[in-house]
């Protein structure tokens, strides 16, 4: 049976041009970039050509570009990074990747006041919330761009506006956004944003956290001064360079495949609706463009998702770090949801290689599978 992945939220299938990219730099380039031989040199020279490349996608400066092992490294070191030895105040939101929840708990138990501002139905946050959280020992404020459950935008431009009127550091995590919506950092109010290799059709185990020049931060892997000192090891060049080339490939066909996927999407959710009992999560509009998350009144996401599996279908209840779990997702829960209707959000997500064609087959399983297990 043809396998239909709608999971990309989760992770993508590598790129083969990143692929072939890699497999080549890895036979050819393997030399240490600190070593002063010709071999290093290269190795060296490939380096800085990712950064700066990834630099121009994301209209930053090279220098401010840290490479970690993922999204979750790279959003450890930011949380942890500012507020490790000088605790003060943290304000976060309840819908957050567990990568930033998880940092924000252990921050709490290093003395760290987490405030978790919480969203509407729709998962909106209210910006007047926000600057009621403020306290003098306020030190960072930390939003996502995209949510990954639900596919929400959040206004990052407004937030860091505010933060930057109190003074306060701002991170994003950006994982979800990067190669989805064109980012622009030199125009963006914001001092730390998190990326990862995996979810842009790159490799697993490469990630990066952009530091604006002047923004200090304590490191979380001692070792040699590589990364500007701000993250030791010997860099993992084959997954720097497919990180960029990646991202390279998503910027190049950035509008199009927008468009693409906001049509087959929309198709996709259409075609869900007409299933009764069945409920959209998240803002209609200010939304990434391959997310939809539904649920099926009456019938638990791990019923639903074995059952599709089966039907060839790849999906998700969420966040995949969540799905093993069978509890209903934070993210829907802190909107409100009933705890039965969040007990059976399904994720939907698109990406580069899903047709119309598969979306039609998608639609056609997902509503015999509904029916029969509501029988
Ligand atoms: C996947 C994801 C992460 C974690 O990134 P990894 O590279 O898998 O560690 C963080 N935040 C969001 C929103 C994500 O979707």
């Not at 306020?138 to 949510?147: H, K, Q, Y």
């Not at 956004?177 to 990326?195: E, N, R, T, Y």
């Amino acid at each position: 049976m043809h396998r239909i992945y709608l999971d990309y939220n989760a992770t993508t299938p590598i790129d083969p041009l990143v692929l072939e990219l890699m497999t080549k730099l890895m036979q050819d380039t393997f030399g240490n970039p600190s070593s002063l031989h010709r071999e290093g040199a290269q190795a060296s020279l490939r380096l800085n050509e990712a950064r700066e490349s990834m630099a121009r996608c994301l209209g930053c400066d090279p220098r401010e570009l840290v490479f970690t092992s993922g999204g979750t490294e790279a959003i450890n070191l930011a949380l942890k990074g500012v507020l490790k030895t000088t605790p003060g105040h943290l304000i976060t939101t309840a819908v957050e990747h567990q990568a930033v929840l998880q940092s924000a708990k252990w921050l709490e138990t290093r003395g760290v006041a987490v405030t978790h501002l919480g969203v509407s139905a729709l998962g909106e946050l209210d910006l007047g919330a926000l600057e009621q959280a403020f306290r003098p020992e306020t030190r960072l404020i930390s939003v996502m761009m995209a949510n990954n459950e639900i596919g929400n935008l959040y206004p990052i431009e407004a937030i860091g506006k505010i933060a930057r009127a109190h003074g306060v550091l701002f991170h994003v995590d950006g994982v979800q956004a990067l190669g989805k919506i064109p980012i622009c950092l030199k125009d963006l109010p914001v001092d730390l944003m998190s990326f990862s290799g995996h979810k842009i059709y790159g490799p697993k185990g490469i990630g990066l956290l952009y530091v604006r020049r002047g923004v200090k931060l304590e490191r979380l892997v001692d070792g040699g001064s590589q990364e500007m000192e701000q993250r030791g090891g010997t860099e993992n060049l084959a997954g720097i360079a497919g990180m960029a080339k990646a991202l390279e490939l998503c910027m190049a066909h950035l509008p199009e495949e927008i468009a693409r996927l906001t049509q087959l999407r929309d198709t996709l959710e259409q075609g869900l609706r007409a299933i009764p009992e069945t409920y959209v999560h998240g803002l209609p509009q200010q939304r990434i463009a391959n997310t939809l998350n539904v649920s099926f009144t009456g019938i638990t996401k791990e019923t639903i998702l074995l059952a599709l599996d089966r039907e060839g279908i790849a999906v998700s209840s969420g966040s995949a770090c969540a799905s093993g779990a069978i509890e209903p997702s934070h993210v829907l829960l802190a909107m409100g949801l009933p705890r039965g209707e969040a007990m059976g959000a399904v994720r939907f997500s698109l990406g580069r290689w899903t047709t119309g064609e598969e979306i039609g087959v998608a639609i056609e399983r997902v509503t015999k599978v509904v029916n029969q297990l509501r029988m």
